[in-house]
């Protein structure tokens, strides 16, 4: 299995390419279902779970052509042609869904376009129970006839879906994808209250226009679809990468460094940037990018919550931990959307770290230096969050189980490395 080696202390500078957003292009790819046309996604990021997610899609009957004239040598930003000219199995398996939970994207497309779904349900997850309860009574409210069966989801709409109001008790990135596209094709209207407003939510939406869908409130926590006959094919590029975005800032701030991210945007992080800036991060929008910097003064404690979009995102917390655990001063650090999203805490410890958790807050009072070990973690902003306390740290810092980066980062090591990092990635 593949490990990282960081010898920390190298301050960043140089520029880092952003690629497509992770969690808009696994929704995006299960969009393809929606239609018998070809749907093109440009700015795919190159990663393992976009390469689970095509594997499913074939399974289901989607042709992909992949093809990879994109910069960067051929690694970022690809293209799919997705084509689903008819829909040959609508079992997505235990194996793949297992593997990831984005598989039970394909659960709404699947049932609006072929009037039945069988999805494993996922199971548990390193970072909370994470059921999928939303995504069935959303779906349940259209007129889907829903049970479960030997851990699968088994759901049928022989008549096809209606419109519906739904109103989320709570805020779901995944469950209001799933409505969304079930409602492209679903008979009348359907009203989402309480949608999420991520920007990959959106990046949804705005897809399903191209390909012929009536969506009102794009991006807001009322959602209105009027359900369409049929979709048809277009050409979408896929969001910026706003996670990607925000681990490589604070990279440049965790090493003193001066960085500018290129083919992001800044609106995608200002509540990240709020909070970097009170930590005493430089933060400023360029042309095709964003400039982060920390060339002069300490980094001080600042508070952070995690909240659905626009607030703090959870997929951040990490990362911005690691960051505090070198600020002066204190930082309180609450996870207020999955309640075990702390594992990265007793490997940043492993390193000098101070942190203490008392349930869903973290206190991280600031060290004057980590000092690298061996480290490993069980999801992806886990270990990425050991990475950049790694940039800072005395010495060398190993992280095993590198597998989880792969899923969300594209040439992680690489990337460093063109900006001074000492970094390498070992295999055995
Ligand atoms: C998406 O997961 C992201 N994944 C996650 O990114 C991200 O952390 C999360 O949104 C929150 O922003 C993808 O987009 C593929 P949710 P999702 O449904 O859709 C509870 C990463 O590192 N809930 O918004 O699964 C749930 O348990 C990952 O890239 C229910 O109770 O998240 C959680 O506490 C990890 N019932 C909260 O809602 C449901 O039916 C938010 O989850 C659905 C969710």
Redesign the pocket.
Known sequence: MDRIVVRGGKPLTGSIPIGGA???S??LMAASLLTEETLTLSNLPHLV?ITTMAHLLAELGVDIAMNGHAPNGGHAGRTFELTAAAIANTTAPYDLVRKM??SV?VLGPLLARAGAARVSLPGGCA???????????ALAKMGAVIDIREGYVEATAPKGLKGANIVFP????????NALMAAALADGETTLTNA?R?P?VADLARCLVAMGADIEGIGRGTVTIRGQKALHGAHHAVVPDR?ETGTYAIAAAISGGDVTLKGTRFDLIEALVEVLRKAGVEISEIPDGIRVSRANGALRGADAMTE??PGF???MQAQFMALMTVAEGASMITET???NRFMHVPELCRMGANVNVHGSSAIVRGVPKLSGAPVMAT???ASVSLILAGLAASGETVINRVYHLDR?YERIEEKLAACGADIERLSD
């Open positions: 992770k969690n808009a696994l929704p779970d939970r984005a994207l970072i909370g129970t994470r059921p999928v309860d939303l995504h069935l009574s709570m805020v779901s990135v995944g469950a209001t994808e999420a991520e990959e996670i659905p979009y995102p959870t997929d959307i999955f309640e999801d992806l902003r969300g």
